[in-house]
């Protein structure tokens, strides 16, 4: 039996970790006020250039996956599809059939897409709550389109590393997914939320519509993150923040202070930190490293945009933040490994990624013809799968 002055102590712990938490939160945003007023200009800059990122890749990217995401957990396509493959998805992973839907959109409509149906999935019923903080340990994933296109053609020149990264990024979240299968126990018995019935379903006309809206201000969201830490690492570059910061980290880690700069940005805001290292002066094989890490990690500004969602749901995020750091360091060993294995070269056209503009100049029109087209063959996929569940169950009945 817990004690009076024990019971005492204890609140006034916490008493004191909450106001020092708040006095540090006070002082960060002070320091963030003085720097946007010391440094407007640098700022201005780099919120336009945060803006034109969003317009240019963010929205035309990620809004129509949001939207066949949203369909597919709306109108049970995950249910149904869910039934043909739930004894891989319990093997392997310790999750419902269901799931399927949120890794498979994951690894193609990149972040924050995967942990968005997953969330979804909880709220209608489709998964428990285990199986859901399961599943975002390693659903949460890059898009083959950024690590093919941005990270392999465009940062090392070299295709042949896109490949390999797209598929250690693959291996390594199925590697997560499996180390988290037991998590909070083996057996599942927590019972999912209640699901919908198929009479109270609403019709497509209602989803596609409410999809629309809700996908939209959910890829707003994520766009008012993507500025805010733009201009959050150029203020941290111009302050001397961060090359203070990365003499520490490049001293505790025995690094060179440039890499230890590249690595701590990456952390911050991915694709700014994979982008640094088009003109990194390393080997290869330690770009490549470097690069599948911030890739599997993923970054505090997609960390953000994936607790803007998990905020509502009211499931832990420890799970999702522990398998991304996971992620990015089983990526990064296993790329290290396959250096030393496979006969990767030196990029020939180092010159040229270099010269590579940056990600904020993809062609508007492009990025949103193969994120519609990506989107259009997906659904078609998984209505044709569903249509063979449901067939395949008639002919049961009627057995």
């Not at 083996?186 to 809700?214: I, N, Y």
């Not at 990506?374 to 209505?383: G, N, P, Q, W």
Request: aromatic share 8%.
């Amino acid at each position: 039996m817990l004690t009076e002055p024990y019971i005492l102590e204890t609140e006034g712990d916490e008493y004191m970790r909450r106001k020092i938490y708040e006095l540090l939160g006070t002082l960060a945003l002070i320091c963030c006020a003085a720097a946007l007023v010391c440094f407007p200009k640098d700022a201005v800059e780099a919120a336009s250039s945060g803006v034109e990122l969003c317009m240019n890749v963010i929205i035309p990217s990620l809004f129509p996956f949001f939207v066949i995401s949203t369909m597919t957990v709306e109108l049970g396509l995950a249910e149904k599809v869910g039934r043909l493959i739930e004894p891989l998805m319990r093997k392997l992973f310790n999750v419902s059939g269901a799931c399927a839907s949120a890794f498979a959109l994951g690894f193609i409509g990149g972040y924050p897409v995967g942990a968005k149906t997953a969330i979804a999935l909880y709220e209608r019923g489709e998964c428990s709550r285990r199986e859901a903080e399961r599943l975002l340990s390693f659903c949460n994933n890059s898009g083959p389109a950024f690590i093919l296109g941005v990270v392999g053609a465009g940062v090392f020149a070299n295709n042949r590393v896109g490949l390999l990264l797209y598929l250690v990024h693959g291996l390594a979240s199925v590697i997560t997914g499996i180390c988290f299968r037991k998590w909070r126990g083996g057996a599942d018995g927590s019972r999912p939320l209640q699901r919908q019935s198929a009479t109270s379903r609403k019709s497509f006309a209602a989803v596609f519509t409410e999809g629309v809206k809700s996908s939209f201000a959910a890829t707003i969201n994520i766009c008012g993150f993507v500025i805010f830490f733009t201009v959050l690492i150029k203020m941290l570059v111009i302050s001397g923040v961060l090359p203070a910061a990365a003499r520490i980290v490049s001293q505790l880690l025995g690094m060179d202070e440039e890499t230890a700069r590249r690595l701590l940005t990456g952390a911050i805001e991915m694709s700014s930190g994979v982008w640094s290292l088009s003109s990194a002066a390393d080997s290869l094989s330690t770009g490549a490293a470097m690069a599948a890490f911030m890739l599997g990690w993923a970054g505090v500004s997609v960390h953000c945009q994936t607790l803007s969602f998990l905020c509502s749901s009211g499931l832990s995020a420890g799970t999702y933040i522990a398998g991304k750091l996971m992620h990015g360091l089983i990526s990064a060993a296993l790329v290290w490994l396959a250096f030393r294995v496979l006969p990767f070269e030196e990029a020939a056209a180092a010159y040229l990624a270099r010269q590579v503009s940056g990600i904020a100049d993809m062609n508007f029109t492009a990025a949103l013809s193969i994120s519609a087209i990506c989107s259009l063959v997906i659904a078609i996929m998984l209505i044709i799968m569903a249509f063979i569940s449901g067939k395949r169950l008639e002919k049961r009945r009627n057995m």
